[in-house]
């Protein structure tokens, strides 16, 4: 395994040294080897910690999380799908509210002081489309008409600006099984099959541009193998094996991974969302417990924070399916014995409720930034501030203690 790390080591200097000016005069000039170089920098500070993005798509339900028991408003807007107490654990000193016991373990981790539930987090002027919604909260941007803003995801920005490793963010989605697969992502597969496919192309004797491709190709190859190496004996602490899952095996891995991305679908509930909320619920909430014991279980747990969040929040009302169609505000759960545990935000109040939806008084990028400067120990202003963009990073409370 000590071969495998020095792989990671090598920065871009080193590879454009190995290469020769030829292959850093192509990677200049040509879009595809510029790529293939780039995967390869020196990672710089931070605290070593791991941040755990779980997306939950379609526009979850914060009034189904967090629940205002006692509010008439609440009660006489959901006739059919309020919650009674008997349902909940209650938030301590604030009585009123209670989180869904099919939550029981989101709930044990609050008790314990280890999360924190960021009321009515949004940005401004919603407009309820899944696909914008999603991009926003993707690229960390409310224009989503810069090319330059958009051309990356913020996190994949705080690796370029960071932490520039090819592990350095990992995505569930796009990585596949680590122990068949193993690239770090599709994009430079491609960028490794391209480049290999280049050398027919190339003139033979050796040159520095041929020598440089194969050694990068090789190196992304390693890349690929070590993950697969380092996966291939992980043993999780339960039977589950979805997302949560997943992202317990890849962080086993320990190769500077600092973002983990993962998603869950399914939280659009226009109808029967009771139903719904019955699986969806509690699924997430035990492969959760599954995934922090695995962190427990690699020695990890201290050092991870897990952050929920959803494109936006649902209707106060219901609608006659019953269920809730798309909203504004919701909440975003951040969870880890690093985490300053409450209820942080805007409180819920009568007023808020007697609206179509919860309104929106955090940016969710106050939240990400938090993350990223207490957590990772990053400043986050070269990932959300840029091409004009601005926004109010306000909480209201820290984050982390």
Known sequence: MNGCKEWLRLNRRAFLKSGGAAVGAMAI?????????????????????LLVLCELAGGFDSLSFLVPHNN????????QLAMPASELTLIPGNTDYGINNQFSYIASEYLAGNVAVV?????????????????????????LSS??????????????TYFDEPFGVLDTQTIGNPTQYGYPDNTYRKA????????????TGG?????????????????????????????????????????????????GTQIIKLRYGGFDTHASQANANATLFPRIDTEFQQFMADMDALGMRDRTTVVFYSEFGRRNG?????????????????????????LKGQAVSTADLNEGSLPYYVD????FASCIRDWLGFNPDPVFKIEGETFDENLGSALFS
Do not use: C
């Open 119 to 143: 009321q009515q987090v949004a940005y401004p002027d919603g407009n309820g489309s899944h696909f914008e919604s999603q991009e926003i909260f993707k690229f960390g941007v409310r224009d």
């Open 318 to 342: 219901e609608n006659g399916s019953p269920g809730t169609d798309h909203g504004y505000g919701g909440h975003m759960i951040v969870v880890g014995n690093g985490v300053s545990g409450g």
């Open 364 to 367: 969710f990028r106050a939240v």
């Open 72 to 79: 008439s408003a609440y009660l006489s807007k959901r006739p």
């Open 147 to 160: 090319p330059a803003a958009t051309s990356a995801s913020w996190y994949e920005r705080l690796r370029k």
């Open 192 to 203: 490794a099959q391209e480049a290999f496919g280049r050398l027919a192309a190339l003139k």
């Open 29 to 49: 000039g040509d879009a595809l080897f510029a790529r293939v170089a780039s995967t390869f920098a020196q990672s710089a500070g931070g605290t070593g910690n």
């Open 207 to 255: 040159s520095n541009a041929e020598k440089a491709v194969r050694e990068t190709y090789m190196r992304i190859n390693q890349l690929g193998a070590d993950l697969r190496a380092r996966t291939e004996g992980f043993t999780s602490t339960g039977d589950a094996r979805g997302e949560f899952y997943r992202a317990a095996q890849l962080a086993s891995a320990d190769l």
